[in-house]
């Protein structure tokens, strides 16, 4: 139900994200630039509308964030238009405009004003179950970071308004139980006047209902990232990683039970009301981190040999996990060392599961992995076992010192990022848990700026 977006402004515009600009003027920067065709006529009616003023503004979220968007709102195979723009009589909002197109002639068939300051995001969805797509707009609020919902529908030859005033935090626009139809989540952060809570809901005889609510944890101040998309191979889920005190994270599955018709949290705990089965006190979020479509949530465990606090985020094992929701288990994916203060991780093979520990030298720029000795291997009396052989070394040179060749002898390079050359030395090539050359770049990746 999905159609692609045509922005109706052009490149500038595109760039900017907010309450954006469009404007030679260095103090608005607002206004749309001239264009042609059905651009033009939709450009007179704003125009018109405003006598000149208009100032336009942007969604700050989410997959729509032109201050106007193109999309067939009545179903007769045609685009229409939809303008978000300040209101400039001093009485302050943000004002939605949607223009028919036409042939001849675009006209206005809604324009609603909101009292928000912002615009959070921009949802499309057949959420009253009509046949025809929804407009769902999150208005945002600066000062307390929350915001209302509005849901835009065609009838009648106009567009009408369905307010929804329960403030949220995050909120998704998709189809959960798979009617072919939509549903609206959100989910909220405990205040002083609730807990934290997740709605799953759609609209039922002009009316908001909530089909499905569930608990999160009360502990979480803010959502760092909000996934959508299949959590198993036939369940489509939302994934909240959330930002603790303490600089910890958490994370919340929550899913459609069709069968039992509920808005499930499996990982929340009723006596903590915490999600702390996934506590980690690493900024690392949920992602398809093996390119199989599915999401994989990480679970952080310390290297044997540590405990918390850690000394160093390097110090950890990372082990992503695959929730299923059938028999509400997590089967392991695969296991890594995330060093992102360094810009990189390294994939654990399976050889190394329970095997090896880590030594991190910040100093040095180096991170060293070890054989761990279980108890029974240990020569003292260590009751949790000790550090073994040294097995490989990765270590950050810059370019000067690579090229120089003194230091990095017995090193082979990985890649080469802003002048650092990160290399690896295998440190006992002969033993049983040793790496070859190829098993280790092909287990390294440096970190991208979209992780």
Avoid at 39 to 65: F, M, W
Avoid at 90 to 117: H, L, P
Avoid at 392 to 417: D, P, R, S, V
């Amino acid at each position: 139900m999905r159609k692609r977006i045509v922005a109706a402004v052009l490149a500038l515009a595109m760039l900017c994200s907010g309450c954006s600009s469009v404007s030679l003027d260095p103090q608005t920067l607002m206004r749309p630039p001239r264009a042609t065709g059905n651009k033009e006529k939709i450009h007179q009616v704003l125009e018109a509308k405003t006598n000149g003023q208009i100032k336009l503004s942007y969604p700050r979220r989410g997959d729509y964030r032109s201050a106007i968007l193109m999309w067939d709102l009545t179903g007769d195979g045609k685009e229409d238009a939809i303008a978000l723009y300040e209101n400039a009589d001093q009485s302050g909002g943000v004002t939605i405009s949607f223009i028919r197109g036409g042939e001849e002639e675009w006209t206005e068939i809604g324009s609603f004003r909101n009292a928000a300051t912002q615009v959070d995001k921009v949802c499309f969805g057949d959420v009253n179950r009509d046949g025809l797509n929804d407009v769902i707009v999150g208005w945002g609020s600066a000062l307390n970071q929350t915001s209302s919902i509005s849901i835009f529908s065609y009838k009648d030859g106009k567009m009408t308004e369905l307010s929804y005033n329960q403030p949220y935090n995050e909120m998704e626009v998709r189809d959960f139980d798979n009617d072919t139809f939509d549903e609206i989540f959100t989910a909220s952060v405990s205040t002083a006047d609730q807990a934290a809570i997740a709605r799953l809901l759609r609209v039922t005889d002009n009316m908001v209902e909530t089909i499905g609510s569930a608990h999160l944890d009360n502990g979480v101040t803010r959502y760092a990232s909000v996934t959508a998309g299949m959590i198993d191979p036939s369940q489509f889920g939302i994934v909240l990683d959330g930002a603790k005190s303490g600089g910890n994270y958490v994370t919340e599955v929550l899913f459609w039970d069709s069968q039992k018709k509920l808005l499930q949290s499996p990982f929340f705990d009723v006596g903590t009301q915490t999600a702390n089965f996934s506590l980690r006190n690493t900024n690392v979020v949920s992602r398809d981190i093996n390119g199989d479509t599915l999401i994989e949530i990480p679970i952080v465990n310390p290297m044997p040999g540590y405990s918390l606090p850690l000394p160093d985020e390097a110090c950890a094992i990372t082990n992503w996990q695959r929730y299923d929701c059938a028999t509400d288990n997590l089967h392991r994916v695969m296991g890594m060392v995330i060093n992102q203060q360094s810009g990189y991780w390294f994939l654990i093979p399976e050889m190394w599961q329970k095997k090896i520990t880590v030594k991190v030298d910040r100093e040095a720029r180096s991170l060293t992995f070890y054989e761990w000795l279980p108890a029974a291997e240990a020569t003292n009396s260590n009751v949790t076992g000790a550090v073994g052989t040294g097995l490989l070394k990765i270590q950050e040179f810059t370019q000067e010192e690579w090229n120089a060749g003194i230091a990095a002898k017995g090193f082979y390079k990985l890649e080469e990022k802003n002048a650092v050359v990160y290399a690896a030395s295998i440190l006992q090539p002969d033993h049983a848990l040793a790496l070859n050359i190829n098993d280790i770049t092909n287990s390294f990746r440096l970190i991208s700026s979209q992780e």
